[in-house]
């Protein structure tokens, strides 16, 4: 994707202003003439940022600004030890909202909706950041955060809730109880703005019929404001972002090396607003590519595809990369799975063997649908693996983003 004139002066003085004070890109960059970035292919030959580099910079290394300009930090779920933190600024703060409400007119809401957020409020950026998109547009917030499935359907009946936003598997996860009290027609739901992990088309289909809706995907991550910096359209072709706050590129995660566009590959973020920590050629491990062309919504923001998954949830097996999108195909080709699957590798006997537990649709034959599954994912993936089928609502539902592939072999 050809950088703009706008997005190349943003990074200069971005650049500028960094290298103008002690900190961590003064630290970063020593060694390099970031003043001399006057072009794309210069600005590609920067290093890049990753999520441990931010971890050494624990607590407030990354801040770029003086303390009284800080007014909010947010922290990164820090599952492998120590945490990211992220200072906002009073234009960061207030760009994410605007960044937000984009989204939500994008996605065709409006100040008249009724918008239920069940992401979770604290350190983390989701339920706050839909929050404050809505209030910026108008709408009225129904600020419920995670848990507590009986409330939650009560609230949205009774206030007559017209938008979810929720991560994919809480979204199932209140679907599903939707349809087993039958209370369906007491659910005024129109619209679902759903978390960006990704998830299957098959999973979208289940929660976009049992609960009435249409679904939009929203992106973000903390280290880069939150979710918000881009969203699905209602022609539900990839995501589009916001150029003028973020510059994307997709590189190969092994080589590091700029992709031409539409080829698969991880999602670098550099911001071109941001105060409180900007971030330059950040890795976000995200995989998609670049979609060409105009989109038929007439948007003038370019877009990335729905994510394909993580460079960590690619695995090697028998030297075929597997991404977890790829079994999510396989099961959508066949009727009798559903969405919900676990897919597990080990080393066993001097081989790797795979294992895929998935969930059955109710009335089909266990072993006959072992032997189709295990059919299509032969045919489609190339490799065999053992399938052990398990009924509906047997796997793991969670509130917060869930694993479906587990590399047990070292
Ligand atoms: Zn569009």
Redesign the pocket.
Known sequence: MKMHDNQLRQIQSQLKSLMSRPGFYRQKFRDIDAAGVNCQEDFEKLPFTRKDDLRHAYPLGLQAVDDEAVIRIHSSSGTTGTPVIIPYTHKDVDDWALMFERCYR?AGITPRDRIHITPGYGLWTAGIGFQNGAERLGAMVIPMGPGNTDKQLRMMMDLQSTVLCATSSYALLLAEEIAKRGIGDKIFLKKGVIGSERWGEKMRRRIARELGVQLFDIYGLTEIYGPGIGI????E??M?YWDDYIYCEIVDPQTGQTLPDGEIGELVITTLQKEGAPLIRYRTHDLTRFIPGD?????PYP?IDTLIGRTDDMVKVKGVNIFPSQIEEVLQAVPCASSEYQFMLDHMNGKDECRLFVELNPGYKPKAAAAEIQREFKSRIGITTIVLPVAIGELPRSEKKSTRVFDNRY
Do not use: K, L, Q, T
């Not at 989109?295 to 948007?299: F, Q, V």
């Open positions: 994008m699905s359209c209602p022609y072709n990839g589009h989109c038929a919504c007439g948007s877009r």
